[in-house]
């Protein structure tokens, strides 16, 4: 079955300093992956999503940056944090394949404090 | 683009009584939807999701939405509420997205309480 993993589960960073955040899925080969934000007053965003290997997209200009260095990994970045960025950050994993209304999985998220 | 309207932030009900959560929907194409919960400080979990096979859906524990296309409705039900029922709900609709994969578009959420 699969699995999905985030890391770590609380961060509290000061302001300006850089941020990484791991997800980790188990158990399918080239999930599509995705990077949401549940921030009060915003709802759940979409940040950024990735179909592939090397490939991201972003669905909202910001402080943030997102990579996929394999095909089961996908990191969320900053390099200087703002207050903003506080917020539980979930990664997701879909089916893939294109296909509209696909199901996507959540993690146990990450919870962001910048102080 | 497709949205969710969440009617009620909170909603309270006895345990035993009936659960009932509004969604509303606007698409102009055939939507798929779905129903999460969100545990306090945990991510989210699908309860059930509508593809158009069959207009009620059921899902896990014990809840179930029934697809309403005259009223652009999916509203989450259960028969009777448990004190394990107490959470989040998010109603989602599903977008596809230019580069591939889809986007989830929620609601605001509907926080459940149930009381003894």
């Known amino acids: 079955s699969q699995t999905i993993h985030q890391w770590p589960a609380t961060l509290v960073q000061p302001v300006g300093s850089p941020l990484s955040l791991e997800c980790t899925v188990e158990?399918?080969?080239?999930?599509?992956l995705y990077w949401y934000r549940q921030a009060a007053g915003r709802g759940l965003q979409l940040l950024f999503y990735?179909?592939?290997?090397?490939?991201i997209s972003s669905e909202v200009p910001q402080n943030l940056s997102a990579s996929r260095p394999q095909d089961r990994q996908f990191i969320l970045s900053s390099k200087k944090l703002l207050l903003s960025d506080s917020g539980f950050y979930l990664c997701?994993?879909?089916?893939?394949?294109?296909?509209?209304?696909?199901?996507?999985?959540f993690g146990p998220g990450t919870r962001l404090l910048v102080l | 683009a497709q949205s969710v309207t969440q009617l009620g932030s909170h909603v309270s009900v006895s345990e035993g009584a009936l659960v009932l959560l509004r969604c509303n929907y606007s698409?102009?194409?055939?939507?798929?939807l779905f129903w999460y919960v969100q545990y306090p400080n945990q991510g989210l979990q699908l309860l059930l999701k509508?593809?158009?096979?069959?207009?009620l859906v059921k899902g896990i524990n014990g809840f179930e939405a029934e697809f309403k296309k005259s009223e652009t409705s999916f509203h989450l039900t259960k028969p009777s509420a448990h004190m394990s029922d107490a959470a989040e709900y998010f109603c989602?609709?599903?977008?596809?997205?230019?580069?591939?994969?889809?986007?989830?578009?929620f609601g605001t959420g509907t926080q459940l309480k149930v009381e003894l």
């Open positions: 997701a994993w879909g089916q893939g394949g294109g296909s509209w209304g696909e199901t996507q999985y």
């Open positions: 990735s179909v592939g290997i090397g490939q």
């Open positions: 158990g399918t080969s080239n999930p599509n």
């Open positions: 698409s102009s194409v055939p939507p798929y």
């Open positions: 509508y593809t158009s096979a069959a207009t």
């Open positions: 989602a609709v599903s977008d596809i997205l230019t580069g591939g994969g889809n986007k989830l578009t």
